[in-house]
């Protein structure tokens, strides 16, 4: 009974610093394997097999290694299915210890990783490391209306306690630098992004209105916007106790959630995603919005999928 991690695992061979992938699994393979170390289990035993989703994501890390010739930093966003994923490589294989982890923003997914036993890197600079995979949610994801790209929506929240939030800004920053964008979602294949979208903006308790009134001009009557609270029966401007947060240098921050009643718009038009996008970032006092496109050649979706599957 082993998980699909280890049946993965066992087919590459741990004594090679240059992950070389078996013919077995499609990849560029030199005869080297790395079985004995891939395949064992943690020491406590666990018989839980990997899900295959899981199993998927790893095979994505693996050929990136192979492709790098180095063991990539493996940088980890906020989401349930993220936690799933980080759940399921503690109880995989000892090899995954060898890869080292970071997070990306909260408190939250440190402590996952710690309580987990996964190693985790420098958590100070998202940049610092030149071969980093990034494994990120997305609440829903466009793979075909983006042109060169595969753009997602990330961070969609709700009034009431924020336990993992979605750090956009330092998302923004990994994103932009990384070798690779593993896309993990529970959605299927929907078209045109619409829905919800969070814009972080800049703003006290005077400010934030009048920036928000500058976004809302973008979309006319395209997009309800409300203030995100940490209170479940909050108002439309959040109050009472709305989320503050900050940016990199301390100024306070909000987070607006924007509810699109058809697709995403602007001015009444569906648009590209980058022109939306570009036109939210020129916004003055916005800091980032939860809609991001990685080019198609850095980009991996990964549709999860809640069973247990050998590969």
């Known amino acids: 009974g082993h998980g699909a991690f280890e049946k993965m695992f066992s087919l590459c061979d741990a004594g090679s610093a240059r992950p070389a992938c078996s ?53 980890v966003g906020a989401g349930d299915l993220v936690a799933k994923f980080l759940h399921d490589c503690s109880i995989a294989s000892e090899s995954v210890k060898e890869f080292g982890f970071q997070p990306i923003g909260t408190e939250s997914i440190k402590q996952e990783l710690s309580l987990l036993g996964l190693r985790m890197e420098d958590t100070t600079d998202v940049t610092r490391h030149a071969h980093r995979i990034i494994v990120v949610q997305a609440d829903q994801v ?34 932009a630098s990384c070798s690779r964008v593993i896309i993990l979602t529970a959605g299927e294949e929907a078209g045109r992004l619409g829905g919800g979208l969070p814009v972080v903006i800049e703003g006290d308790e005077v400010e934030w209105e009048e920036i928000a009134e500058e976004v809302d001009d973008l979309f006319v009557t395209d997009a309800e916007i409300t203030r995100r609270s940490n209170r479940e029966d909050a108002n439309t401007r959040g109050v009472p106790d709305p989320v ?7 100024t306070p921050t909000m987070t607006l959630d924007l509810t699109f009643y058809e697709g ?48």
């Not at 699994?25 to 899900?51: E, F, I």
């Not at 060169?148 to 939030?165: E, K, M, V």
């Not at 006092?285 to 939860?290: A, H, K, R």
């Open 244 to 250: 503050i947060g900050e940016t990199r240098d301390g």
């Open 23 to 75: 013919p077995q699994m499609g990849w560029p393979g030199r005869g080297q394997r790395w079985a004995r170390k891939l395949g064992r289990r943690r020491g406590g035993g666990h018989g839980m097999a990997a899900n295959s989703s899981s199993a998927k994501v790893w095979e994505h890390i693996l050929e990136e290694a192979h492709v790098l010739g180095d063991r990539p930093v493996v940088c």
């Open 142 to 175: 466009d793979e075909t209306g983006g042109e060169d790209a595969i753009w997602f929506i990330t961070g969609r929240g709700f009034n009431g306690p924020q336990t993992s939030p979605v750090d956009l800004q330092a998302l923004e920053v990994a994103l």
């Open 264 to 311: 995403l718009q602007l001015m009444g038009e569906e648009v590209p995603y980058a022109m939306l996008q570009q036109s939210l970032k020129s916004t003055p006092g916005v800091v980032v919005s939860g809609l991001f496109g990685v080019e198609r050649n850095r980009a991996i979706v990964v549709r999860w999928r809640e069973t247990d599957a050998d590969m």
